[in-house]
């Protein structure tokens, strides 16, 4: 194992952290909150700790990756990049207790957006926008900014994306990794910026604006209001945000395919995406009809809390206008339902994803009808393509491991918290899908302050588990990940 080059890599994802820092300092200035100091600590610790392993680690010229360390790199990355996340919130005293500060930091890297925080009021507006930064920088992957930036960082940076990158395979746009990872960030900027001036226009302010679009963009669902979008009391402003969550749950590749000439082909060519689509307007409609009773006949208020709901929780941002935890039982399981399914491959959501979810119905498909005519062999296909039985048998293996570590999580968590089974189960759930609030305890108008340092800890664990596919992190707890060969 390549020791020198995994830290000298690690060393560059600290110095672009330490850059990304830089926004919220200079607001911070501006706001004069009382945050200038510990924004710039933060950035100075995390910058000098990132030079010294960038230039201080030397290491061979020809070095190159291989599959493993991608998988190290990756985890310990991740890792890294939110304990000096972290740092802002100790330093500015916000969050005083470091399990809190890395709950915070964790769940916006991986944009989970669930949180700590109880009062909004008073939080310094320069940590603030480092809280929300922290999910776009999270939401199309840390590795993949970097290389974008630094595309000759490393040989076979191709290990690095495959890793992080969500999706059971990785489709490169072009033939080169650094290329592939600039587009993709291309269309990331171009969307945020589109969200940002759709919603000045809509009168929102510029700050209130930008936080709300960094966060629709990593899928990640911070807001600077205890209310998160109910506080702008706006539909126009509802409805712009849940059209950018339903888009920024697309596969990128997608936009890129529209921009050579697919145009809208594009999109209803793809399997996936119509399944994403039709899941989405499925929840839609079953939930508008069951809170009919609850909204007392009124079905177009129904419709409208039931659009941004499942907007929000099949893009897994976890944005909330309504406290959905009273909506009737039914409403609950289809929320819990497009929860575990999440948005597309190849977007910034979380979840099992939908390919996946494709491919498992399909398996299951053939399965049964093997039964009845065990001699008649059925290809599983996806876009017209057939699927080869390792892919299949892969995506059966990781929903096996997705569902065991939910329920391990919510069987840890239920040590050292005074809460029903459903607020464990789903607070559980909502940390490997990525999603923010779930019901119970941890509900849309509740989050996780009242559970205890162990709980915390293990909820950011299951978030960083869950945001980079299981693999990475299973394999850095291995012996065999730290051998030399």
């Known amino acids: 194992m390549n020791r020198k080059l995994i830290l000298r890599v690690l060393g560059s994802m600290l110095c672009i952290e330490a850059i990304a820092m830089l926004p919220a300092l200079l607001l911070s200035f501006h706001y004069r909150d009382g ?28 070095a190159h990756l291989r599959l493993k360390e991608g998988f190290i790199i990756t985890a310990l990355g991740w890792i890294l990049l939110s304990l000096c996340g972290a740092l802002p919130f100790l330093f500015s005293h916000t969050l005083p207790r470091f399990e809190d500060a890395f709950f915070e930091s964790v769940s916006g890297f991986t944009t989970t957006g ?12 320069g940590v603030m926008f480092w809280r ?21 960082l490393t040989g076979r940076s191709s290990h690095l994306v495959k890793a992080e990158s969500p999706g059971p395979s990785l489709s490169k746009l072009v033939p080169k990794t650094g290329a592939t990872a600039k587009i993709l960030y291309r269309i990331y900027i171009v969307l945020t910026a589109a969200e940002f001036l759709t919603l000045l226009l809509l009168g929102l302010s510029p700050y209130d604006a930008a936080l709300h679009s ?64 039709g899941i989405i307007v499925a929840a839609i409609l079953l939930i508008s009809v069951f ?90 296909r996806m876009d017209g393509k057939a699927v ?55 509900g849309p108008v509740s989050n996780f302050a009242a559970y205890g340092p162990f709980a915390k800890v293990v909820s950011a664990m299951l ?16 012996r065999s990940a730290w051998h030399k060969y």
């Open 132 to 152: 929300a930064s922290t999910h776009w920088i999270g939401g199309m992957g840390v590795l993949v900014l970097t290389l974008a930036l630094l595309p000759k």
């Open 214 to 277: 960094l966060s629709t963009a990593g899928t990640g669902g911070f807001s600077n209001y205890g209310a998160s979008v109910a506080a702008f009391q706006s539909v126009p402003v509802e409805m712009v945000i849940s059209l950018f969550m339903f888009l920024f749950g697309i596969n990128f590749a997608l936009y890129y395919k529209a921009f050579l000439g697919d145009h809208i082909k594009a999109f209803y060519k793809d399997e996936e995406f119509r399944w994403y689509a």
């Open 35 to 62: 945050d200038s100091a510990a924004m710039g600590q933060s950035i100075l610790v995390t910058g000098l700790l990132g030079i010294f392993l960038f230039f201080c680690v030397r290491t061979e010229k020809d």
């Open 291 to 380: 809170n009919l009773s609850f909204y007392h006949g009124d079905y177009w208020t129904s419709l409208r809390y039931s659009i941004f709901t499942v907007a929000s929780t099949a893009s897994t941002t976890g944005f909330v206008t309504v406290d959905y935890g009273v909506w009737p039982a039914a409403s609950h399981m289809i929320i819990v339902i497009i929860m575990f399914i999440g948005s597309c491959a190849g977007s910034t959501a979380g979840g099992i994803k939908v390919v996946r979810i494709n491919m498992i119905c399909k398996l299951s498909r053939r399965n049964i009808r093997s039964t009845g005519q065990p001699k008649k062999m059925e290809v599983v």
């Open 388 to 442: 080869d039985e390792a892919t299949l048998s892969q995506v059966a293996q990781f929903a096996l491991m997705y569902i065991a570590l939910w329920l391990l999580g919510a069987l840890l968590l239920s040590l050292d918290g005074p809460f029903d089974v459903l607020t464990h189960l789903t607070a559980s759930l909502t940390c490997v899908s990525n999603v923010g609030p779930g019901l119970g305890a941890v």
């Open 463 to 478: 978030m960083l588990f869950g945001r980079l596919e299981l693999l990475p992190m299973f394999i850095l707890f291995t």
């Open 114 to 125: 669930a949180s700590v925080v109880n009062r909004f009021e008073g939080f310094p507006r």
